[in-house]
């Protein structure tokens, strides 16, 4: 037990109600985490992988259906059903704790309780916030001591105050007719139970880090978002930040990460990695926004991830790493589609089935996670950990659009930024259950984290632009264009710096533009392709702006924009200044 007494009292509580046959309050220290590896161990909670070449990893599977967010399961529970919103499940608070209470009741029986102190973001920060999380999970204790500073660190930061998170997880029965994942702005509170899968159980992550932040962010005058964050150095030194949002599975770690195409190594340019998944943002004393990452790790979709794509993740993961429903070989390695080495001649799938290349099935899960500490990545930022965090130059917008939407454009400025976050759509991933590859609106890819009424979060995102005195400019990109074979046009990855270094010389005014309806776009000359093998002609194709592709999505965003009962003035006029704009085209 620590010794601030709101925190013990509500563990108190919560012990009543859930029944655990024992409480263990969780410290942070390496004993701690060798016993409960061993005790999972024990039970087959994990598999200990391969500890010469994979030294303090482990292995864990989910249960079948228990692979992914569950968004339809997802609710924000407020007082009034306004505040949540159009686009959020939204269950009556007293009644959710109520529905809720029944399935945790007695929960715990024959488990045991850990109690789990976190802090979001650096020691020392103003950006920083503590939560509390209860669970009978072991898997889940070793991932939040990977993916937050757990312990002593967060209760000396708390102090004697109540200003914590409350959030109470119980694996259930596991049983997804029994699933909810509960989040009660108005209270500082999430309540999590009948699943065992990342972004539905790691509670500082999207249930704290960006459903309750925003809501919090929003009372208060700053922003929580679905964002990576990275540093471009230059090759006399100077670094630069970029905050970007793609929804899930589209590319931020990825390009959080990135490795400099072979010409910009050589010229000195280096990029780092400050975050990979969400960013909290607030204005600094002169006049920029400044960002810090509030997680200590990362939990990255697996598959994709190769010595080619991104060595710098690779790398993060070849030590005290946890990797959730990839596959298993015969000598406890891990192995994952698209992972750049030969498939092994057997293995186990992410099922726990033997597994052969010539099965028509995959090994691992499309959204198969490792968890490793961000402090292993090779290019992690030097103000990772800078309780200031860092100012940022550009914001930057993206998503899964096989078409229409070109590599890049600027806003005209901050609100027609807003209208763009807004108004983003992308092609659906395996990081949510539900059908994959369907277009749909995910503004600012914060759809299935925005703990508040969306359109009251664009008045916000409105408003901070007014109080920014130095506001970052604000981009869209999409690496995904596909062509009439269903190839991607453009190379991606490491290339994307191509289009980041596009991005900072407008802040710095030093490139030009094209104007055009939907905003700035490059000249096809300023984007450098020397090195890569695209054409001038192919890049044009992919930053052309059609009039009859936008004249329909101009519809298709009128209907998306009329779902909101609190759409800001500013957004409605900027739409209908595009739109206006189109049709002079
Ligand atoms: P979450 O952790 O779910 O929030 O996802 P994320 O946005 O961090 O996605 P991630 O970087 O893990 O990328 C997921 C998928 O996108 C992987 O399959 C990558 O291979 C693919 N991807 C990333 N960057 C690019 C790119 O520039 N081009 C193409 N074609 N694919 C990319
Ligand atoms: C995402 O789905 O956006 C993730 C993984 O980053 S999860 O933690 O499951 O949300
Ligand atoms: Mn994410």
Sequence with gaps: MYNNKYVNEWVEQMAQLTQPDEIVWIDGSEEEKDRLTKQALSTGELVEL??????????????????????HLTFICTSKKENAGPTNNWMEKSYAYARLGNLFNGSMKGRTMYVIPYLMGPPGSEFSKVGIEITDSIYVVLNMRIMTRIGKIAMDFLGDSNDFVKGLHSKGELDPEKRF????????????IGSGYGGNVLLGKK?????????????????????????????NGKVEYIAAAFPSACGKTNLAML????????????????????AWLRIGKDGRLWAINPEAGFFGVAPGTSMKSNPNALLTTKKNTIFTNVALTE???????????????????????????????????????????????????????????????????????????????????????????????????????????????????MLPFCGYNMGEYFQHWIEMGRKIPNPPKIFNVNWFRLDDEG???????GDNLRVLLWILDRCNDKADAVKT?????????????????????????????NKEDWIEEL???????????????????????????????
């Design 555 to 585: 519809k298709s965003q009128e209907e998306h924009l009329g779902k909101f009962d609190k759409l800001p003035v500013e957004v409605r006029n900027q739409f209908e200044a595009q739109k206006e704009r189109i049709n002079n085209l």
């Design 517 to 545: 309806p939907i905003g700035y776009l490059p000249n096809p000359g300023d984007i450098d392709l020397e090195g890569t093998d695209v054409d001038l002609d192919t890049l044009k194709s992919i930053l052309d702006v």
């Design 259 to 278: 490795i400099p195409p072979e010409k910009y190594k050589k010229a000195g340019y280096k990029v780092w990695t400050v975050g990979d998944d969400i």
């Design 487 to 493: 190839k991607f046009i453009w190379p991606g990855f």
């Design 50 to 71: 391969n500890q010469e070449t994979y030294p303090g990893c482990y292995y864990h599977r989910t249960a079948e259906n228990d692979v992914a967010r569950v968004e």
């Design 181 to 192: 994942i509960c989040h009660f702005p108005e209270d500082n509170a999430i309540w999590s």
């Design 207 to 235: 249930c704290f880090a960006l459903r309750i932040a925003s809501a919090l962010g929003r009372r208060e005058g700053w922003m929580a978002e679905h964002m990576l964050i990275l540093g471009i150095e230059d090759p």
């Design 331 to 445: 000598n406890k390695e891990v192995w994952w589609e698209g992972m750049g080495v030969p498939a092994p001649e057997k293995a186990l799938d992410w099922r726990g089935n033997p597994w052969t290349p010539d099965m028509d099935a995959k090994a691992a899960h499309p959204n198969s996670r490792f968890t490793a500490p961000a402090k292993q990545c090779p290019c992690i930022s030097d103000k990772f950990e800078d309780p200031n965090g860092v100012p940022i130059s550009a914001i930057v917008f993206g998503g899964r659009r096989a078409k229409l939407a070109p590599l890049v454009y600027q806003s005209f400025d901050w609100e027609h930024g807003v209208y763009v976050g807004a108004t983003m759509a992308s092609e659906t991933t395996a990081a949510a259950t539900g059908k994959v590859g369907v277009v749909r609106r995910d503004p600012m890819a």
